[in-house]
């Protein structure tokens, strides 16, 4: 498809701005923010996606308006003048790119922190607490509501001061929303009871918005359409909320979200899905909503794509399409479209490693949050070609071979197996991990359009890279399970044997899990799936620890929903036979208490140790001893040549130690930019 025909390029009118094509990225706390501001780090992480084309930045999720609504999350803070000049920064660098630029301003409400901030009571339309943020409120009196509305009006004021376009407000569970939802308001005054009554604050507070910027500013809402409990607002009672907000006339635009966001639950699978959802889970209900409402209706839940985000522009359901952590994965998205390089966009695979907390860090882009540091476009050495040998058909490896080929050196892959793709392979086993495989396929496609050379199958030793004659070698060969420690050993089963199909899974089973990462749940899944009776103890205090509270989410709901028996803080001491079955023993981490379970099986995961023989046997060809400076390799700087003649020599990922896929490709990425 043309960009002149192509839906997704056409442009939008709101108000006196035209939105150049329909694509945007909402608000979002990416974590940047210094001291409440955005500052330079912050303006950087936007301005990639504005230079990459997008018509729309939006930022600043949850900026709060007032005291009492602290800084949980590292948000922006809008409610003092310090800001302006901050945005006025900002506002300059977005507009240099012909793109608009917005910001969400809140009250948090019952979901802010009384031992945050200045250590102020959270308030909220009536005092029910919200268990995902734990405070109790203190219900609001007509002082509190007067000054909370012109905290907003303060606020949008800052904005346009700023040089902002626009801003939305924020519904759902904050402020707003609580006042909408019956749920959390049980007031009996002009703001409680009737549908009427509970938007009466929300009114209020747009009012005074509009009259504090003027008609030449954007404001608009983001919605909850349906908030998918039966306690809570229904799409009917959303309709006609939104109905009452148009006749005011204050609006421009509805942001259409669906669920709750007052449970880990309704946050991390219904307000913001990740990849064990669907594309666009909800489209269809904020399609619903924008054919009751006449104002348009932006979108996003994962719409990681652009064939979903066409589709939704195309046939009318929505009329902006929102695809916020598609740019976090590559903010170049629209330009590629532009340019007909669809096939060439870096997938968001809806990991949600960027809603952890190194958010906005993307697990397979790791330039994405350290845009002052690292380039998402690779651009051609002005140095010597080389000739580079990469070891290694992980993360790690094509990485380093896609980095290195795009610099313009000759590069050759050898991979011992016969697919790309290392561990991914066997973390996309999972039953809702899939999608990983879009890491690796992106890359295996970037390493055949630069000419990487690919050997597969090729166990490389030593004297196969030497004959390669190169001039860098790089070693990603990852690294196998750590087992060894283990008294008993031998009778272990390690959780690649069960992942990769190499071992079936007994009848009766032990799963230790001893990192809290990915693998002992998805082993335990795959066991529970197979008809085996799983008991699984855990190192730590609770399941999934090293993950993002996303993914913890997902594998609690999935092995609650399987019956998996658990034990938490208990450490593995040996596992031994009796007779034909196996008896794991373990030690409480607090009390020492033995605990021992008899099985058929007994699964471990503890990582991996690298495996690392070819490196040590390239050592004593190479001119730097195998060794990397940290503080170059850090600072962006070449290494420095080495002491004697011969290649340099290198270990990223988990041959260096057993880490993650964002560990991986950010070692790569770091060192195969100064080769």
Known sequence: MSAATDPLLAPLKLRHITLKNRIMSTSHACGLEEGGMPKVAYQLYHEEKAKGGLALTMFGGSSNIAPDSPNVFRQLNVGVDEVIPWLQQFS???????????????HLGRRGESFAGEHLPTIAPSPIRETLHRSFPRQMDSHDIARVV?????????????????????????LIGQF????????????????ENRCRFGLEVHDEIRKRVGA?????????????????????????????????????FFNAVYGRMDTALGLAVDNMPGMASGLAPWLEKAAAFKREVNLPVFHAA??????????????????MAAMTRAHIADPHLVEKLMRGEEARIRPCVGATHCMGVTRPACLHNPAAGREGALP?????????????????????????????????HQVTLYEAAGRLGGQVLLAATASWRKDLIGIIDWRTGELERLGVSVHLNRFAEAGDVAAENPDVVIVAAGGVPD????????????????????????ASVVVWDGTGRHAAATAAERCLKAGSKVQFVALDDMLAVEMSYAERVIWKKTLYDLGLQQNYDHRLTGVEKAGNRLIARFANEYTGRELSFEADQVIVEHGTIPADDVFQDLRAGSANDGSTDIEALIAGRPQPAGTKAGYMLHRIGDCQSSRNIHSAVYDALRLALTI
């Open 180 to 195: 909408l939802s019956p749920a959390t308001n049980r007031r009996s005054d002009g703001y409680g009871g009737s549908l």
């Open 302 to 319: 994962r719409i990681a794509d652009v064939a979903t985000a066409r589709h939704a522009i195309a046939q009318g359901l929505i009329d």
């Open 216 to 252: 030449d500013f954007l404001v608009g809402l983001r919605f909850v359409v349906d908030e998918g409990h039966a306690a809570g607002l229904s799409f009917a009672e959303c309709v006609e909320i939104a109905r009452c907000f148009e006749r005011a006339g204050t609006l421009d």
């Open 150 to 174: 012109k905290a907003f009006g303060d606020a949008a004021w800052r904005c346009k001061e700023g040089g902002l376009d626009g801003l939305e407000t924020l519904a759902g569970a904050h």
């Open 483 to 506: 087992l060894a420690w283990i008294d008993g050993h031998r009778h272990i089963t390690s959780v690649w044997d069960v992942l990769s199909g190499a071992t079936a899974p007994a």
């Open 92 to 106: 300059e660098r977005i507009h240099r790119h012909d793109c608009t630029l917005m910001v969400q301003i809140t």
């Open 376 to 408: 998402h476009e690779i651009a051609p050495t002005s140095g010597p070609r080389r000739r580079v040998v990469v070891v290694g058909g992980g993360p790690a490896g094509l990485e380093a071979a896609r980095v290195a080929a795009a610099r313009g």
